[in-house]
């Protein structure tokens, strides 16, 4: 075992870092707070190989594995965990789906556009009346000749409104038949495609979250991702990796916000000494540390797994529940550390605040995480 973080880790992590200070830490507050999706940046990203990290070089991409992928998430995250979640949906959701699953031809049309970040993607699979039950949708595909027509809408999907592309699970079949449902490439411009408002959410707020909608939207077959049937199952098997990709996205919140935290509290001074030497304080940044710790090794773990082919289901909703949560209790804390200070928009640790909660609901929600890892472990 090895826990040294090799040259591209360290190469990645430090080229993001000078990015970060340069393009995205000016902006934060003003993309928070008028929820702007700074669409330029992701193209400026593109350029430096980071929305196509797990893509083939040969189709426009870095070439890299889950260990970097997870630097990239979690370095971003660092700064902005709203810039974080979108470059984390872009590469684990649509783009991974289109190459995990899509035939040469598919690939070469959709893969070099969306590695490049010349093209957006979306991913669709929520609902409005099916969060969890992913498997009682409503959007229907039904054939008619060469063609598919889609009927219905999908909620809460990143990059609705920006998007160039979605990867859309449609049912095909019976309603709950986990063989029902089928996935196809919608491209933007197809008559009968269209968005919905954005939503106004409580934290990620630069990253964009909307409808899509489909009123007899005419797909060709040609865009048919996999056999007719499969959706659901490829859906499962993306979401495995997306895991890994939330649980990176939790990581990095959570060392934002703690190292706001140590930060301050060797700043702030009360009772003549800086506040880090009472042990109350103390307390709360070992804790910190040792979670933050935890939740690295879980997420590595989890990516060797996901490099070597190995089954990744159990490990990947375990780094990916507990990193979650850890990010939420560590910037509660580091709000607390900061006092009355955290409570405000002049310092970082209120941004983490918001942002962390959608870490444990995202890509399915702890209690999916818990259900998941208790069936798997009951099968051992």
């Not at 999908?154 to 309603?175: L, P, S, Y």
């Not at 040609?222 to 049937?229: D, K, Q, T």
């Not at 060797?266 to 710790?293: N, V, W, Y």
């Not at 082919?309 to 529940?321: R, W």
Request: charged fraction near 25%.
């Amino acid at each position: 075992m090895n826990f040294e973080y090799t040259e591209t880790q360290k190469m990645i992590a430090e080229s993001i870092r000078d990015f970060a200070e340069v393009h995205i830490r000016p902006f934060i507050m003003e993309w928070d707070e008028a929820q702007i999706f700074p669409v330029e940046l992701f193209k400026k990203l593109g350029e430096m190989g980071f929305m196509g990290v797990l893509v083939p070089e040969e189709l426009g991409g870095s070439g890299l594995g889950y260990h970097e992928y997870i630097t990239v998430i979690e370095e971003i995250s660092k700064v902005d965990s709203s810039i974080g979640l979108s470059v984390a949906a872009h590469n684990s959701l649509c783009t991974n789906h289109i190459l995990t699953f899509a035939n040469d031809e598919q690939k070469k049309k959709w893969i070099p556009k969306l590695a490049t970040a010349e093209w957006i993607g979306a991913w669709g699979l929520t609902e409005h009346n099916t969060g969890s039950d992913a498997g009682g949708m409503n959007t229907t595909a039904v054939k008619q000749g060469d063609n598919w027509v889609l009927n219905g809408a999908k909620n809460f999907i990143t990059h609705a409104i920006t998007g160039n592309v979605a990867v859309v699970i449609a049912r095909t079949g019976e309603k709950g038949d986990s063989r029902g449902m089928t996935a196809f490439v919608v491209e933007k411009g197809t008559p009968g495609f269209s968005s919905g408002k954005k939503e106004n959410k409580l934290g990620m707020r630069a990253s964009e979250t909307a409808e899509l909608i489909f009123d007899s939207c005419v797909v060709p077959d040609a865009n048919r991702l996999g056999e007719v049937g499969e959706g659901f199952i490829q859906a499962m098997k993306v979401l495995d990796g997306g895991r890994i990709s939330i649980g990176a996205l939790s990581l990095g919140i959570a060392k934002g916000a703690y190292e706001a935290a140590l930060k301050y509290s060797k700043e702030r001074h009360q009772f003549g000494k800086p506040i880090s030497d009472f042990q109350a304080i103390g307390f709360k940044l070992a804790d910190m540390a040792t979670e933050i710790e935890a939740s690295e090794l879980l997420l590595h773990k989890a990516a060797y797994l996901k490099n070597n082919h190995k089954p990744v289901t159990k490990l990947g909703a375990m780094a990916k529940m507990y990193a979650s949560e850890v990010c939420v209790k560590v910037s509660t804390d580091a709000i607390q550390i900061h006092g009355g200070y955290g409570y405000t928009k002049d310092f970082p640790v209120e941004k983490f605040y918001r942002d962390s909660k959608l870490c444990t609901i995202g890509e399915g929600t702890t209690e999916i995480q818990k259900l998941v890892i208790s069936r798997n472990i009951l099968k051992e």
